[in-house]
């Protein structure tokens, strides 16, 4: 992550709007909650607020993360979704640039993950002391020196997806804490968070939001 914090002025892209929930495709280079000091405290939690003042938070992406994000309308509804990404009930699917060709094309990252205390915000394996951390990967096709992949997380613990390919010796492109040489050098973190399927808190129908992937 650079030091210098300089967020895209891009409108609001809804995907969805109803009396319980609000779903938003975020850009990437934009925190999704403010930062300690003045200078980042713009994010998306603010933006969003200023059409919705209502808005709470449900859960993040990473800054450099760009895709689907859902804030709740209502108390009601913030704990009601918030419950359903406490007990994994909902399902995200990524689409991640990875570095080299991943193979085999259908696989399961188990490994458990720690904060890196020292150089956090960075995460690390850790058998002994981790939590549970869990990715399928589906490779959806190998281009020159890299793989798009799908990833599916089953766990949400900060950072899983980019420490995960990274510890298969595949870190995703452009990131600024796990990719080194020629795998860092891409504009933007190749992570999007493609589609959020969950159950509306009202009445709990199925729901499914996609943002199409920018890379």
């Known amino acids: 992550m650079t030091d210098a ?3 895209p002025d891009t409108p609001l892209d809804v995907l969805h709007e109803d009396h319980e929930l609000l779903v938003v495709n975020k850009p990437s280079g934009l925190l999704s909650v403010p930062g300690r000091g003045a200078h980042l405290a713009d994010c998306l939690l603010s933006r969003v607020q200023l059409a919705f003042p209502q808005a709470l938070l449900v859960h993040r992406l990473d800054r450099d993360t760009s895709g689907v994000i859902v804030f709740a309308l209502t108390p009601p509804a913030q704990r009601h979704l918030g419950l359903q990404f406490e007990k994994r009930q909902t399902k995200k699917t990524y689409v991640a640039r990875v570095w080299g060709w991943l193979e085999p094309k259908i696989g399961t990252v188990d490994l458990p993950l720690i904060v890196d205390w020292p150089n956090r915000p960075k ?3 850790d058998h002994e002391n981790g939590k549970p951390a869990i990715t399928d990967w589906r490779v959806q096709r190998y281009e020159q020196d890299t793989t798009r992949v799908r990833l599916m ?16 010796g595949h870190p995703i492109l452009g990131d600024p804490f796990y990719a080194e040489g020629p795998a860092r050098d891409a504009p933007r973190l190749m992570l999007h968070a493609e589609e959020l399927r969950l159950r509306h808190p009202d009445g709990g129908r199925g729901m499914s939001f996609r943002a199409p992937c920018p890379f």
């Open 123 to 125: 995460q690390m394996v």
């Open 5 to 7: 914090y300089c967020p």
């Open 153 to 168: 997380p089953k766990t949400g613990r900060s950072h899983q997806l980019r420490v995960h390919m990274q510890v298969l």
